[in-house]
């Protein structure tokens, strides 16, 4: 057992010694995996923003994959403009381009290099935090040939970007080597009214997400269940037996009503004593209901008779807020509903 | 087995769905239908029959109908397909109609009385050309042959069975073929046009078989222009391309001979090119020259000669041969308020068949189109009937002087359609035109008393049911109080309004806009949007409504544009201008001014922002809000969707401060080569959202709802299958959905439906879209959903935040915060087409929603919108079914009950338009196409009031019973008890 042990660990630090540098591995080999399940499965995933911190390492350039997909690096740049200025650079994207056997190419690997704001930057950002005015941005449609058919560009007003530094975040909307889109905004939230703060150090902390399209769910089919439900072996399951009590409830409550008012009745009836009528039957009515339900859950019991059958609304209360919307969705199910239900 | 029990609850849920059908005599008692068939282009009398007097007509919607020409009402109706347009009409064999259609390339009898289609057939031919459908009296063996010139080929079919006898071909290449002419008593037929524009053809070819009996042809350096204008069956006027020389060109018995005319020679001011009216009298033609219109007549010897000039505006009629060799033809005048109607032969322009005089509605406008008809008086001389078409596309029939009927049928093409309240009654507004007296009132009641005790003799129940129907109550000109009377206005095609009582349907008010009218400064009028301009409430209630109708002159965007005012209530335009600017794009915004005028943003082509209405205080509260108003634009031909906001000024040297300019925010740039935008959808403007937040019974969880106004739903396909449905395979097609925050720019969702294809119909609602696209690989139509849910605010559900007050459910909610949405969606098969689709509205949102789908047969089907939830599973939890969710199934079930439009069909749909009620459960449907349908609409039944049925008077009777019974139980039960003391 021991011995298996040192095994495995033997073959973990051979194959991280394996890789020329291991300092990045973990990072890319998480960014990879996440763009191989994005090819090949359909489920949605929620991307991880990948963070870099400005000026951040460029990355040495490797080859790990020998295979048919082919690597190749690319580069394209942002550029912003305070206002109503013209678009100067400010900084680099580079990632790897991969191009897939079925001819499909994706960007993989997504970095960004900020440059820092010169002090004439500084003094125009400043500008715009005073007069809340947009701070806007722009990446070339096609990463191939920039600029493709046009820029994509988009803005934010520039007093949401600054917290500690200044906090971007870019989602990349693409579409193989194409660019539909970027958000550009804050990464948490900017309330309204926004209020006038400079940002305690001007470098920039960079959020960056690729995204590509997810695939729809497909409609549901369920021919093949049906006909294999129908031939399979003809089994009928039954349907768990319920007790006595649960089956016939509804009629024992009312017979022991009738059969308790008339004991009282014919206990009373020799004295002529024409009290003491109500309270037992009372008691059976309180006692019916709870034990049919869930015991030990508050509940609200709404009965309607539909055919001979009950419907019940069970609504545990967590919070007042449940409660509210329960009520308001309960009076609106009473009015929506009721009317339809008799047929 | 748990698909059994799926099963059986799927049918216990189903069954638990609102019964949305109508028992018969309810029928018509909400609901109004109204029939109608566009724009007539031609039409023809069929009067020779003893039986019904009938006119076939054929319209630029694609309509055949023939119509009762004692009351103008449809016999049948025919609606050809959206690219099927009629070329021509013929009667035939005295029973069936003949029509071209399809460029020439359909050929349908219709059976007259009944109008079932006999036979088609389609002719093909080497390219296409104009289209030329020639009734002939040839026979061969006792078969009546049409001739037809369609697609460059000159066809031969029978009457009886559509069989083509013959066809025959031409060998000269870029032949124009004008006309095809059979000589009254002849076997054959001419067939002439012009060749590469400078040379006359003629051909003459046996009718019989199609043999080339004489082919002449003649060159003129001139060239020719425009349409001709047969003179005699062997002689025909055109002109030449200058539009200055008539041209008349004789080919008897086969000799071409061209004959010059200028026409300063008859004419001595004309100062410009003349264009001619397309006619076939006899010796007569007409040229337009601008507005004058003269008659020019063709003697014998070839000799013209100017007979009139009209001044006014004038419509002629073609020619109508009442006896042997007599021609009459029909023309008709404008003459201040009156029109001239008068009937002349073609031979005697001096001699009047008929002249009437007949006061015309302004609104009408001018006459573009008129058709004659004659028939024999009682006294035996020969009376005339004339059709009329107006400006307004109305149809009208004229004789002895009057207006028989009239049929709008302007509003067969509604552009744009909104609601206007009516005013509250109060003393000084008259409703008395519609109230009862008070004998009838007490004899209604007393009628509906004796139905509800089931008193009442059949005539009776028939006198209630016929008061139901007329009752007075719901075509007041007055407000009621469950908000079920409104003004319904509508734009027309035409560039008329008009205001329709949503109670019956009539027609409250008409106004041709003189802003959409035809001028020299604006050649080519139409109508873009109608909208609320001002709704007055609380302090503005002295003011009527109005309404602004936004036009442009001409096709293209940048061609300027026309505004105008028109009052709600009295149909008067209050005012009208013309713009300097373009407009491109209408933006209602949520502000209003003192008097309740909402404010506009007009955008113009050059993306300049124009602000209505003009006034001081106008730009004040714009200027309040300016930072926060952002607009967009969905460029759908080259795919790229951008987002703006404002500038103070105008980018020009415009010293205008209404005008804005504007910045670009944002930009999405969607690949070219992989997809193109075939629909944009947003919420409505005044949707009401009852709820913010939506109970997940499952895991007793809330989720809140992402209600923003400023989502746009994009919906691209692959260029490749933007074409017809199976055009291409479902390998290279796809469907993307985007959610697209127009503020800031962010794409909050994107879906790839690969194997799909559009058309796409899709409706916006609350935080849900829904949207109707094809499924290549299943070979189904497929509806999807998808459900937005704000996650950022999900924290609020702890209660103690709440008593805190630590949650920030009332803070302003910014765009630019990341918002964190999760959606859910899924996709359900759904077996019809769509033509449009929309969601029932009410005025607090409470009511649960209903899809209503224009389905291809043109109803209106109501689908809930539960069967719509993406959270439906095939098992679902009690917890599920008791909030109301479904069992998962594929498709989507069509409930026959639920068809609103109940056994009519509004024809040729082309939208669904839903307006709240006061009342929360009810909202009022109206669907336009060709034909207008209006219902009211409860998605959950009409919980909030009693049903019309429910009688007042019998309940009140059962109270006073009771309270006498109790009075004599009591009474008695008191002397009980003293004569029980006495005991």
Redesign the interface.
């Given at each position: 057992m021991r011995s298996v042990k040192v095994i495995v660990s033997f073959v973990f630090t051979l194959s991280l010694l394996s890789f020329p540098s291991s300092g990045f591995q973990s990072d890319e080999l998480l960014v990879d995996d996440e763009e191989f399940g994005l090819e090949g499965s359909p489920q949605p995933r929620s991307p991880e923003p990948i963070p870099t911190r400005s000026p951040p390492v460029t990355a040495p350039t490797r080859k790990r994959h020998s295979d048919l997909d082919s690597d190749s690096k690319i580069q394209f740049s942002l550029e912003h403009a305070f206002g109503d200025s013209d678009f100067s650079p400010a900084g680099t994207f580079s990632a790897r381009l991969k191009t897939w056997s079925h001819g499909g190419q994706t960007l993989t690997k997504l970095r960004f290099s900020r440059n820092s704001f010169t002090d004439e930057d500084k003094e125009k950002f400043k500008n715009l935090l005073e007069s809340d005015d947009f701070y806007r941005i722009r990446i070339p449609s096609n990463v191939l040939s920039p600029p493709g058919r046009d820029f994509v560009i988009s803005s934010v007003k520039a007093r949401c970007l600054p917290r500690e530094g200044l906090d971007e975040h870019f989602v990349i909307h693409m579409e193989g080597v194409n660019v539909l889109a970027v958000n550009y905004g804050s990464p948490g939230s900017c309330p309204y009214p926004r209020n006038l703060k400079l940002p305690a150090k001007w470098s920039f902390s960079s959020h960056t997400v690729l995204k590509n399209s997810e695939q729809a769910p497909r409609a549901p089919v369920f021919t093949e269940e049906i006909l294999g439900g129908e031939n399979a072996e003809g089994e009928v399951v039954q349907p768990p037996e319920r007790s006595f009590w649960a089956k016939y409830w509804m009629y024992l409550i009312p017979l022991g009503l009738i059969v308790m008012n008339a004991i009282t009745q014919a206990m009373n009836m020799p004295e002529e004593q024409a009290t003491g009528q109500g309270q037992p039957s009372a008691g059976a009515v309180q006692r019916g209901p709870s034990s049919a339900a869930q015991i030990g859950r508050e509940s609200v019991n709404v009965f309607f008779p539909v055919n001979g059958s009950y419907l019940v609304w069970p609504r545990p209360l967590n919070t007042e807020i449940n409660l509210c919307i329960k009520i308001l969705e309960l009076k609106y199910f009473v009015g929506s509903r009721i009317s339809e239900v008799k047929l | 087995?748990?698909?059994?029990y799926a099963f059986l609850l799927f049918l216990i849920f189903s069954?638990?769905?609102?019964?949305l059908s109508l028992y018969e005599d309810q029928v018509g008692l909400t609901d109004w239908h109204q029939q109608y068939i566009g724009k007539v282009k031609q039409a023809v009398f069929h009067t020779h029959k003893t039986g019904r007097k009938r006119v076939v007509v054929s319209t630029e919607d694609n309509v055949i109908a023939t119509l009762d020409l004692r009351r103008g009402e449809i016999f049948w109706r025919h609606v050809l397909g959206h690219n099927d347009v009629v070329d021509g009409i013929v009667i035939a064999l005295g029973k069936y109609v003949i029509t071209l259609s399809s460029e020439g390339s359909i050929l349908r009898a219709w059976n007259l009385p009944d109008g079932q289609m006999v036979w088609e057939s389609s002719l093909h031919g080497p390219k296409h050309s104009k289209s030329l459908l020639v009734m002939t009296n040839v026979v061969i063996e006792k078969d009546n042959v049409v001739i037809i010139f369609s697609n460059d080929r000159l066809h031969a079919v029978s009457c009886i069975d559509g069989e083509v006898l013959w066809n025959k071909d031409f060998e000269v290449e870029s032949l124009e073929v004008q006309k095809v002419i059979q000589p009254p008593g002849s076997n054959f037929v001419y067939v002439v046009g012009f060749a590469a524009s400078s040379h006359f053809e003629m051909y003459q070819i046996n009718a019989r078989n199609g043999e080339l009996l004489k082919h002449e042809s003649a060159a003129f350096s001139g060239g020719f222009s425009g349409e001709v204008s047969l003179v005699s069956s062997e002689t025909l006027v055109a002109l030449d391309s200058t539009g200055l020389i008539l041209l008349r060109i004789s080919f008897h018995k086969g000799n071409v001979s061209i004959q010059q005319t200028p026409i300063s020679n008859l004419v001595e001011d004309s100062p410009g090119p003349a264009v001619i009216i397309p006619s076939s009298i006899m010796e007569l033609f007409a040229i337009k020259i601008n507005a004058v219109t003269i008659f020019i007549r063709v003697t014998g010897t070839g000799k013209l000669e100017v007979v009139e000039k009209a001044n006014h505006e004038t419509a002629v009629g073609d020619a109508l041969s009442i006896s042997e060799g007599q021609q009459a033809f029909g023309l008709v005048q404008h003459a201040g308020r009156d029109i001239h109607l008068t009937v002349k032969l073609a031979h005697d322009w001096g001699g009047d068949l008929l002249k009437e005089s007949i006061i015309m509605d302004q609104q009408r406008g001018l006459i573009h189109k008129v058709f004659i008809n004659n028939y024999v008086r009682t006294d035996g001389s020969y009376g005339f009937r004339a059709l009329i078409v107006m400006e307004d596309h109305s149809l009208l029939l004229l004789q002895q002087g009057t207006i028989v009927w009239s049929r709008e049928d302007g509003l067969a093409s509604i552009i744009d359609v909104t609601t206007s309240e009516l005013p509250v009654e109060r003393a000084g507004v008259s409703v008395a035109k519609v109230e009862l007296n008070l004998f009838e009132w007490l004899k209604g009641h007393m009628l509906k008393l004796k139905g509800t005790l089931m008193l009442a003799s059949p005539e009776d129940i028939a006198a209630i049911q016929y008061m139901r129907l007329k009752s007075s109550e719901k075509s007041k000109m007055t407000r009621d109080h469950n908000g079920f009377r409104k003004l319904l206005i509508a734009l027309t095609r035409a560039g008329k309004l008009f205001a329709l009582h949503t109670g019956d349907g009539r027609i409250v008010w008409s106004l041709l806009l003189q802003s959409l009218h035809k001028s020299e400064a604006c050649q080519h009028p139409i109508g873009l949007n109608l909208c609320p301009w001002q709704v007055p409430h609380h302090h503005a209630l002295d003011e009527n409504p109005s309404v602004l109708v936004v036009g442009r002159c001409g096709p293209s965007s940048d061609a300027p544009g026309v505004i105008s005012f028109v009052d709600s209530y009295t149909g008067k335009e209050l005012s009208s201008s013309s713009l300097v600017h373009s407009v491109a794009q209408v933006i209602p915004l949520p502000y209003t001014d003192s008097t309740e005028q909402r404010l506009h943003l007009l955008i113009d082509a050059d993306k300049h922002a124009h602000l209505y209405p003009k006034t001081p205080e106008a730009i004040g509260i714009f200027r309040r809000e300016f930072?926060n108003i952002y607009w967009y634009s969905v460029e759908d031909d080259?795919g790229?969707i951008k987002g703006y906001?404002l500038?103070s000024k105008c980018d020009g040297n415009v010293a205008d401060k209404f005008c804005f300019g504007t910045?670009?925010?944002?930009?999405?740039?969607?690949?070219?080569e992989?997809?193109k935008i075939v629909a944009t959808v947003t919420r409505k403007l005044n949707e009401a959202v009852?709820?913010q937040?939506k109970?997940i019974a499952a895991d007793?969880d809330?989720m809140y709802k992402y209600i923003s106004r400023n989502l746009l739903f994009v919906a691209t396909v692959a260029p490749k299958a933007s074409g017809e449905i199976g055009s291409v395979t479902p390998e290279e097609s796809w469907l993307?959905v985007y959610l697209?925050d127009t503020v800031?720019?962010?794409?909050l969702h994107?879906?790839?439906?690969?194997g799909s294809q559009g058309p796409v119909e899709a409706v916006f609602s609350e935080n849900w879209v829904v949207y109707h696209y094809f499924?290549l690989r299943?070979h189904r139509y497929?509806m999807?959903v998808i459900e937005i849910y704000d996650q950022?605010r999900a924290d609020?559900?702890?209660?103690w935040k709440?008593?805190v007050g630590k949650h920030n459910l009332t803070?302003?909610?910014?765009s630019?915060?990341?918002s964190e949405v999760v959606t859910k969606?899924?996709?359900?098969?759904f077996t019809h087409s769509l033509k449009a689709i929309a969601v029932t509205s009410t005025a607090k949102g409470?009511?649960?929603k209903q899809l209503l789908i224009g389905t291809i047969g043109d109803q209106v089907l109501a689908l809930d919108k539960r069967f719509l939830d993406p959270r439906r599973s095939?098992n679902p939890t009690q917890a599920e079914r008791?909030e109301?969710t479904i069992p998962?199934?594929?498709s989507l079930p069509i409930i026959p009950q639920s068809y609103i439009t109940h056994n009519l069909r509004v024809e040729g749909l082309r939208g669904i338009i839903t307006v709240p009620a006061e009342l929360e459960?009810t909202t009022l449907v109206f669907a336009h196409g060709l034909d207008l349908f209006f219902t009211h609409f409860a998605?959950?039944?009409?919980?909030?009031s009693l049903t019309e049925d429910f009688s007042c008077a019998l309940l009140l009777i059962t109270i006073v019973v009771l309270v006498a019974a109790i009075f004599v139980t009591w009474v008695l039960s008191q002397r009980k008890e003293l004569q029980d003391k006495w005991r």
């Open positions: - | 087995m748990p698909i059994t069954s638990l769905q609102p019964i930072s080259n790229i906001a500038k910045r670009e925010l944002w930009s999405i740039v969607l690949p070219s992989s997809e009852h709820t937040a109970l007793q809330v993307v697209i800031t720019g962010f794409v994107r879906v790839t439906h690969h499924n299943a497929e999807s950022s609020n559900k702890d209660v709440l008593v803070s302003p909610i910014s630019y915060s990341r969606s899924q996709s359900y098969f409470i009511t649960s095939v008791e109301g998962l199934t594929d459960s998605p959950s039944r009409t919980y909030d």
